[in-house]
């Protein structure tokens, strides 16, 4: 044990040799780990965190969160299981996982579902062939979309699996491979699941028995600072009606025709109480219920950023929010819902929105309190207000309640009902299972909200059909699962349609170019599924010719442009311009990334140092003329064609936001052109260096060169030192002289 310990000591002293030793250790330990991890990963995996309480800009990017998956046709298992862009070719992996799914699709979901495609019959009942379900992990039968880009409007929709044999015959649930031609989309309680074949007659899928529809299906109209003119919603509201809504959510905000003290929120070009009275007499007379949305604590904006108004924020610096608190909050908005309420005397229900309310509690009055009773407290005394002042059902948006308990939630019970609103494709993801429990033991009635376009990117000018359609699907299918959770059940969905992100965004999809995406939503939760033998009322409801060929293809054509591409409907030539816009966006892109990348004679940096031959610039500008006809033109036609919908206001907003800032860029990009070809003499190289990289020492010229560093000596091992004799004792003269 001793020489142990000795070696020990001495091997310790040796640094490198011991630390290293340590590293190696490490390193082994790691890769073991590793490896076992990915040999056994489920006994790693620690329980989903649900993504809850998260607003909508959170469903719309790609923000690396996982999202809650859950085993197919049970609903709400949240177990993980592959990440969402995991190779598809992980045998091992995959076939436990596949197999897994297979079981619990077994148990679970007993409806069976066809593909047929070359005489080969595929079944989900476990018969014939087996099933095997999407790698996403998700909820069986459920079409989603696969490699979704942000903010991109085109994109070339890949093959799920990059190698077919890798799954054998597996489904590929709501992005087809195109051997497989047009898909039908479906619900989740359907039992059938049938595709037409290019060559092939079209074979209908049949619905459900009994296909889960909404007792109230509403249209949001999202009006903040673009209002579609007067005469175009009447002319979009029959058909709305025939399509199979039930009422309208009316989100005025700055263009309702404030009074008295808020008459400076209305903007200039705001509806006035004729027009108001107008479309509310239409859906009266049409059976369409109006129901008024009036915003009374977060997405407070368009009140909160005016001086008048500012010192009533609930941070100082930030206009989304208002003090529920301050002692001048309940007269303003108490004044807000009078005025909107006088106009909407027929209403039995009206919405406070709250939701979003990012700095609740960060003003004095209310720093003291807990977060979530100044939230409960303010909305209890609104809706408190409504329903003794004007006998209507208050609504509110529920993200503010995802994170409550129920104890928190049940002052709430009896004086609102929630409006669940989720726009992603996997509802699930921001609602589980566990949520709809806590809601469901607290509110006897709950609505939910799907959206038709304003969900996907801020800057979007049209929306993606297909990703609205799953996500109207999917809701579907949430509905139905979760209302046997509710003592009342749901009370309807509402297809919300954003103009807007917030009341400081520029606009997105305007209406007219979200109506066939509206149209394909309405129609679907209306019946509560989409499939091929509705196509026909669509495109008839779109005023598009009749033709042999009534095809829908959302896997080729998400956006509707080849399928829409002879339709008449009420603002079909801007929807038509949306898509020139798209086609322009991307070559004028490529032709700057041409210009000033991959050409080499007019980069920013010739342009910063004049060094351009005139040859070289007209060679790389030869497109430049093109493009900026194309644009020039494209102005005046969005014009003319917003004008069917808008006042000039929008027109030219829409404008300057889509169409000059590709204008203006061109026309720099010229006068640079034209500037560096007046050089007729140039300056010899080396070019003198950036000024900000000189500050940073690159470019700069070396000072007195250092002295060159000394020979360097062998490096020899130092003699051990020997202690010098102590010659002032006694003992140490002795010892000096040679005496013991």
Known sequence: MNLFIQFLAKFVRRKTAFWGLITGLLIFLLCAYSANYNKHPSSFREPSEPVVGLHKRLQTIDNGLEPVQFVPG????????????????????????VAFFKEEAEKHNPHAYHVRNKGVEYRGDGENKPLQIMEQGREANVPQVIGMDENVEF???????????????????????????????????????DFIHQGFPLENSTPDPKPYVAKNRLVHFDLKGAPPTVAYLKKILPTLKQQGATGILWEWEDTFPFSGRLASVATSNHYTVDDVQELLALCNELGLESIPLVQTFGHMEFILKLEQFKHLRDNENMPESICPCHEETMPLITDMISQVMKQHKNARYLHIGCDEVYHLGTCPPCMDQPRNKIFVNHVT?????????????????????????????????????????????????????????????????????????????????VPDAKRHLVNNLNWINVMKEQE??????FKGIVITGWQRFDHFAVLCELLPAGLPSLFLDLQTVSHGYFNQSLVPDFLQSLN????????????????????????????????????????????????????????????QYNRDHHFGSSFRIDEVMEDWSRFQHETASLMKAAKNALAEVFDYHTQGEWVEQKLYPIYRKLSQLRQEADDLKEEKVWQKRPFPIAKSLLGMGIGVPPTTPPPPPPPSQPTQRPKRRVQSPDLYSSKGRLKALGHR
């Open 155 to 193: 994109r070339n929709p890949n093959s799920l699996y990059s190698n077919q044999n890798d799954m054998g015959n597996a489904v590929h649930l709501g992005q087809m491979d195109s051997r497989l031609g047009a898909p039908v989309y479906y619900n989740q309680g359907m039992g059938n699941n």
């Open 74 to 97: 049970v609903p709400g298992h949240n177990a993980r299981f592959a990440a969402p862009n995991k190779a598809p070719n992980h045998s091992e992996m995959e076939v436990d996982k």
């Open 484 to 489: 046997s959770k509710l003592k009342g059940g």
């Open 381 to 461: 005394r609104l809706a408190s207000h409504v329903k003794s002042n004007y006998g209507v059902q208050p609504i509110i948006w529920d993200d503010m309640l995802r994170n409550f308990m129920e104890d928190e939630m049940m002052p709430l019970a009896e004086v609102v009902e929630p409006m669940v609103w989720v726009y992603a494709e996997d509802v699930y993801r921001f609602m589980p299972s566990f949520t709809w429990d806590r809601f469901a033991s607290v509110f006897p009635y709950i609505w939910t909200a799907s959206a038709f376009k304003g969900a996907h990117g801020e800057t979007l000018v």
């Open 544 to 603: 598009c010719p009749r033709t042999t060929d009534q095809v829908l293809n959302l896997d080729s054509d998400n956006f509707l442009f080849n399928a829409l591409s002879w339709c008449y409907f009420p603002g079909s030539n801007f929807f038509r311009i949306t898509e020139k816009l798209i086609m322009l966006e991307h070559e004028v892109e490529d032709f700057f990334k041409k210009v000033e990348k991959k050409k080499g004679w007019f980069t």
